[in-house]
């Protein structure tokens, strides 16, 4: 048996997305600008996913922005936006858990004359609106929150802290990286008083270098790639149609039949908690109820490192991560892991689980009998 | 430009009667090398010398470069071959080679010349000062300096004439194939493929052996050591790499050895291993990348206790050498960016805090006692499951 269990580093692509994508690149293959008819054609796919996208959010279609996926987004939204209003203020606030593809963005504008204000989190991975509060000044631009932590799967208070901010100081601008939550859970920028919001296209079964931002109409940013001008100047460079489309297609799928979805992944997450804690050594991070994201479960074996746990697994056909699988090429100490106050000795015998709609609980009861044979021997050999 | 290199070798030329099997094995070590390279090339020996000739369109820096990881090459001599047609026409060739071989012309140069053919109508030496002459003439901003040139043209009056200035640096050493074959015990460090490519610099072809430790080495760990063996392959020529699953044998000795000992004696089952595929593959010796005092098991003490189980002898090319001096050679063949990639290898996972630098041989094979009821069968079994992968060089 196999079983995937590493959804928030990647999914399989819809079949359907998949379909229209090879359409797209063999057939319908031209390119939006073109003035005859291939590129109205072509342009027609791009406004159809357009629709699609807006409709998950419950914006205008004119608000979503095509980009070669999560970090562009990230980068458009937090740079875009400090450039485009440094003369506003030069304060941002983000928090400590945030993914490289904000923190190190933030990184840059912290070399770059900005005030840069991380929040702390609390045992859960989880800011405090109080914090956040305080935080906020006159010459604060910019607050930018992920709302789920792609290693242990907090949900950050987002609709509270989008209230907050808009009532401190209505000219702050609140960036929202959604890349784990879009498709997980049920996004409404408009009542979150959200004005930019990052999505991926391949975590949730659309293809790789895939993605959009949302820009709230008459946002002021300024672009980060320069060329065509094409869509509005915002992002130059030839629409990736077939990605695209592609994404419509994912994205209108993921938000059919929700709640169904989304309790089916809540149930093979409860399940999976109650069994894994069964196993001795064994720990869970974060909040275990439905106050964190339905998909991830970080999962910490004490006296097992992460690296040969997943290589035992890898060996069954099991396929997780070790921490954070964006940074598994570069064995570090994970920041959202050190932050939440793990025990030194849990840092690197941390893996991450993560579920899609498509996981079955046949598969997630494989995974839990596999460890439950495996982690005590390899407990048997501790190093120093 | 040029339609030929002239090839010249050193330590070969000395090889008395034998001298002949080394120039043989060198030019058909050029003509595989030559075949990564795009173009058609002739490869022939004449009189104590190879060229290499070229027909039709070839890239000339691709060739060189080429030419270059050619072990027993000394110097690559790109050379202009003509017929006699006199010596107005050989001065003129000469002008037009500086032209074009030389953007600025405000060099000190001589004249060598040397006369293979004695029946040419010129002495050497009224060649040289002849072609001295013109070259002067054709360029006044040049200078003679027959002491200390920057810059020699050698003309030497063969069968052909051949004219050449530039001269370019090959590896040195001996033809691969002219000694025998080794086994690399190979690791992913920095180390051990340099090693492997100095003994196979003086003609010894390579075979290696590597340890991985699933689940606590991965995958990636395992194509590191397959990326390392291609980049020195493009030296040394096909590699037999025979992958071993050590992980038994390792759990197996945490289980039962003082665990300070326990690189130690992880490393003689190691070298017994690889000992045993070198037999039975005739390698005449292992070859591995120690250095004294690099680390716990490189202390001499350890060096003599790990060497112990061997028989064959162990050619340790590094072993007087600094890091900085492997590194600088890693980096000449390229393995060091490969090496440096953070996978964990087989002989850090249970590594100890203090593990012993002085050990004791007799306390050493009194810990391997424990070992006695399980250990044949489990090395046995590591022989038997060990994976052979050929690995060549990458063509780009």
């Excluded at chain 1, 342009?43 to 996926?69: M, R």
């Excluded at chain 2, 110097?75 to 017929?83: D, N, R, S």
């Excluded at chain 2, 290898?345 to 203090?354: E, L, P, Q």
């Amino acid at each position: 048996m196999e079983a995937y269990l590493d959804n928030s580093a990647t999914t399989k692509c819809n079949p359907k997305a998949t379909e229209l994508m090879v359409e797209l690149l063999t057939k319908d293959y031209g390119n939006p600008s073109s003035l005859h008819r291939k590129g109205v054609a072509a342009e027609n796919y791009v406004n159809d996913a357009k629709k699609k996208i807006a409709k998950t959010l419950k914006v205008q279609e004119k608000e979503i922005y095509f980009t070669s996926g999560g970090t562009e987004s990230n980068n458009l939204a937090i740079i875009g936006y400090a450039q485009a209003n440094c003369r506003a203020g030069k304060h941002v606030i983000t928090s400590s858990i945030e993914h490289a593809s904000v923190a190190n963005p933030f990184g840059w504008l912290a070399d770059h004359g900005y005030e840069v204000t991380y929040l702390p989190v609390n045992e859960f991975g989880e800011i405090s609106v109080e914090d956040l509060r305080n935080a906020i000044r006159p010459d604060t631009i910019l607050v930018s929150l992920m709302q789920v932590n792609n290693e242990i799967g907090a949900i950050e208070p987002i609709g509270e802290a989008g209230k907050v901010i808009k009532a401190v100081n209505p000219n702050t601008a609140f960036h929202v990286d959604a890349i784990q939550s879009y498709g997980k859970l049920l996004i409404s920028p408009k009542k979150m008083n959200v004005d930019l919001l990052s999505v991926s296209g391949h975590k949730i079964h659309g293809p790789k270098g895939s993605g959009f931002l949302y820009i709230k109409d008459k946002t002021k940013i300024k672009p980060i790639l320069f060329g065509g001008g094409q869509q509005k100047g915002m992002r130059s460079g030839t629409e990736n149609v077939p990605a695209i489309a592609g994404l419509g297609v994912a994205a209108e799928e993921i938000y059919t039949d929700f709640e169904k979805k989304q309790e089916h992944l809540y149930e093979l997450r409860g399940h999976f908690i109650e069994e894994v804690l069964k196993i001795d050594g064994v720990s869970v991070n974060g909040r275990q109820d439905k106050n964190a994201a339905p998909h991830i479960v970080s999962v910490s074996v004490e006296g097992v490192r992460a690296e040969v746990m997943l290589h035992t697994l890898e060996d069954r056909q099991i396929y997780v991560s070790a921490g954070s699988a964006c940074s598994s090429n570069k064995p570090s100490v994970s920041r959202t892991l050190k932050a939440i106050g793990l025990k030194e000795n849990l840092l690197d015998a941390t893996v991450r689980f993560s579920f899609s709609v498509e996981t079955t609980m046949e598969e997630v009861d494989y995974a839990l009998s596999v460890m439950k044979e495996v982690i005590p021997k390899l407990q048997k050999y501790t190093r120093y | 430009m040029y339609s030929a290199f002239l090839i010249k070798y050193a330590e070969i030329a000395i090889k008395g009667k034998n001298r002949y099997i080394f120039e043989d094995k060198l030019v058909s070590n050029i003509i595989s090398h030559l075949k990564r390279v795009e173009g058609s090339f002739q490869v022939r020996k004449e009189n104590g010398r190879i060229y290499v000739e070229t027909e039709g369109d070839y890239d000339y820096d691709e060739t060189v470069t080429e030419l270059q990881k050619v072990f027993g090459i000394v110097e690559i001599c790109p050379v202009i071959l003509t017929e006699d047609e006199g010596f107005e026409k050989l001065a003129q060739d000469v002008i037009c080679h500086i032209n074009e071989a030389y953007e600025t012309k405000n060099f000190t140069f001589k004249v060598d010349t040397r006369r293979a053919r004695k029946n040419y109508p010129m002495s050497s030496m009224e060649i040289s000062a002849e072609l001295g002459g013109r070259i002067l003439e054709a360029f006044p901003e040049t200078r003679v300096d027959v002491h200390h040139p920057q810059v020699t043209i050698h003309i030497e009056i063969r069968p052909q004439i051949n004219i050449y200035s530039v001269r370019i640096p090959g590896q040195g050493g001996m033809p691969l194939g002219s000694a025998g074959k080794a086994m690399l015990l190979l690791s992913g460090g920095i180390d051990s493929p340099v090693a492997g490519y100095m003994i196979s610099k003086r003609g010894v072809n390579l075979e290696a052996t590597y340890f991985h430790a699933p689940p606590y080495t991965s995958d990636r760990a395992k194509q590191k050591v397959v990326d390392l063996a291609k980049k020195v392959a493009a030296y040394s020529g096909k590699i037999k790499l025979h992958v071993v699953n050590f992980t038994d044998i390792q759990l197996y000795i945490y289980e039962k050895c003082p665990h300070d000992e326990l690189t130690i004696i992880m490393r003689r089952y190691m070298m017994m291993i690889a000992e045993h595929f070198a037999k039975e593959d005739d390698c005449l010796g292992l070859i591995t990348g120690e250095s004294i005092g690099q680390v716990a098991s490189q202390t001499m003490q350890s060096l003599a206790v790990t060497n112990e189980v061997c028989t064959l002898p162990v050619y340790r090319p590094l072993i007087a050498m600094d890091k900085q001096d492997i590194v600088t050679i890693a980096e000449k063949i390229d393995t060091y960016e490969t090496s440096i990639l953070p996978y964990e290898d087989c002989c850090t996972i249970f590594v100890a805090k203090h593990p012993v630098t002085k050990p004791n041989l007799a306390y050493i094979k009194k810990s391997e006692q424990n070992l006695t009821e399980k250990i044949h069968e489990l090395v046995q079994t590591a022989i038997d499951t060990t994976e052979v992968i050929w690995v060549d060089a990458e063509q780009d």
